[in-house]
Structures are given as structure tokens and as C-alpha cells.
Nanobody, 115 residues
Framework: QVQLVESGGGLVQAGGSLRLSCLAS????????MAWYRQAPGMQRELVAA???????NYPESVKGRFTISRDNAKNTVYLQMNSLKPEDTAVYYC?????????WGQGTQVTVSS
């Protein structure tokens, strides 16, 4: 079993930046994919960014050019750098890892962007 713990959320003004971290309890080297999702109140959970074991990344248009996902296998950590934040980025952000056919989720961290 693997635990994922997110950190780095908080309150920021529009236009500001935050960096989220996702620390895994075990090595993420063999994880096929690590990703960040978010869920706003009353909305479905949506993909924010994903990175494969080979380093390929994927972003939806809503965050492309503003968010950057990266992984440090040596530190068992995945990061999400968020720049030019907008009020509509307000949500709980979750880390997700995929290893073979197993999915792992963190407990989430709140990001609030004020206008």
C-alpha cells in the first residue's frame, strides 16, 4: 500500500503562485503515471496535470501554460507549480498515482484564489 500526502495549498490572490507537493510513502520510480486532479464544490473531479514515468506531460487547455507538473523520483515527490492563478482555480487538489492496475489517491489540499 502507498500513501500520498499533499501539501502546499492555501489562500492566494489572483495572479499569484503556489507550489503543491505530493509525498509518497514509497518509491514512485515504478509508477506508470502521477497526476494532479482538482474538485470544486458541486463539480466533478477533473484532471489538472499528469506525468508519465518517461516524463511525458499532459495538461487540459484550462491550465496549459500556467501549471507545470514535475516528479523527483529520488524524493518520492511530485510537484505542481501553479502560476497566474485565477479565482476559477479554487478547488481541492488531489494527487493520484497509478502503478500497474492500482490507483492511489491523497487526501487533498485546499487552494483558494481570491479576486
Amino acid at each position: 500500500q502507498v500513501q500520498l500526502v499533499e501539501s502546499g495549498g492555501g489562500l492566494v490572490q489572483a495572479g499569484g503562485s503556489l507550489r503543491l507537493s505530493c509525498l509518497a510513502s514509497r518509491s514512485i520510480f515504478s509508477f506508470n503515471e502521477m497526476a494532479w486532479y482538482r474538485q470544486a464544490p458541486g463539480m466533478q473531479r477533473e484532471l489538472v496535470a499528469a506525468i508519465t514515468s518517461g516524463g511525458s506531460t499532459n495538461y487540459p487547455e484550462s491550465v496549459k501554460g500556467r501549471f507545470t507538473i514535475s516528479r523527483d523520483n529520488a524524493k518520492n515527490t511530485v510537484y505542481l507549480q501553479m502560476n497566474s492563478l485565477k479565482p476559477e482555480d479554487t478547488a481541492v487538489y488531489y494527487c493520484r498515482g497509478i502503478k500497474v492496475v492500482s490507483y492511489y489517491w491523497g487526501q487533498g489540499t485546499q487552494v483558494t484564489v481570491s479576486s
